[in-house]
């Protein structure tokens, strides 16, 4: 069975970092490309960030690119996205993606 | 970007049969994909590439559509239904959602 276990969310500062990871089992990681998708509190889904299954291309949206980077290392089955610069707006719950599977999710804010 | 328009909110009866729409901005051909999130849990996939129902999703789910204009069938809808939908398209980069819509009982 697929699973996504996702960490490193907090309350931080406007203009920190933070670093997530998604720890992932149940399939052949090193096979299949990997997203980032976050939802805000009370609002929809907005996908971020996508690798392919050998970090050979990594894709943004745009209210991230420039800040966030999308890892990944597959000899440990784990999914990473380092966020810096990090804005009041970019509170959300972070999920991890392997298609339609999804993660549980860490919540990150971003407060003074 | 591929904008993707969902109906905000649909109030509907237990039993009843009830169709969700999305409409894309632009051809998504069947890369439409339809979801279901619960209060305070991530959303859970039940319906991909438009028509395809995913393994242990109940067979009261349905999805159809194809280039602008999907839906969503539920019949009959039950009490364990209620939650909102998400519609997404992966037909290009960047992969978007629409804004969702909330089932409610009438």
């Known amino acids: 069975e697929v699973q996504l276990v996702e960490s490193g969310g907090g309350l931080v500062k406007p203009g920190s970092s933070l670093k997530l990871s998604c720890v992932a089992s149940?399939?052949?990681?090193?096979?299949?490309?990997m997203h980032w998708i976050r939802q805000a509190p009370k609002k929809g889904l907005e996908w971020i960030a996508l690798?392919?299954?050998?970090?050979?291309?990594?894709y943004y949206a745009d209210s991230v690119k420039g800040r966030f980077t999308i890892s990944r290392d597959n000899s440990k089955n784990t999914l990473y996205l380092e966020m810096n610069s990090l804005r009041s707006e970019d509170t959300a719950m972070y999920y991890c993606?392997?298609?339609?599977?999804w993660g549980q999710g860490t919540l990150v804010t971003v407060s003074s | 970007d591929t904008v993707l328009t969902q109906s905000p909110a649909l109030a509907v009866s237990l039993g009843q049969r009830v169709t969700i729409s999305c409409r894309a901005s632009?051809?998504?051909?069947?890369?439409m994909h339809w979801y279901q999130q619960k209060s305070g849990q991530q959303p859970k996939l039940l319906i991909y590439?438009?028509?395809n129902l995913e393994s242990g999703v109940p067979s009261r789910f349905s999805g159809s559509g194809s280039g602008t204009d999907f839906t969503l069938t539920i019949d009959p809808v039950e009490a364990d239904d209620i939650a909102n939908y998400y519609c997404?398209?992966?037909?290009?980069?960047?992969?978007?959602f629409g804004a969702g819509t909330k089932l409610e009982l009438k």
């Open positions: 632009k051809s998504v051909s069947t890369y």
């Open positions: 997404q398209q992966s037909n290009e980069l960047p992969y978007t």
């Open positions: 993606a392997k298609g339609g599977r």
């Open positions: 690798i392919y299954y050998d970090s050979s291309n990594k």
């Open positions: 590439s438009a028509s």
């Open positions: 149940g399939f052949t990681f090193s096979s299949y490309g």
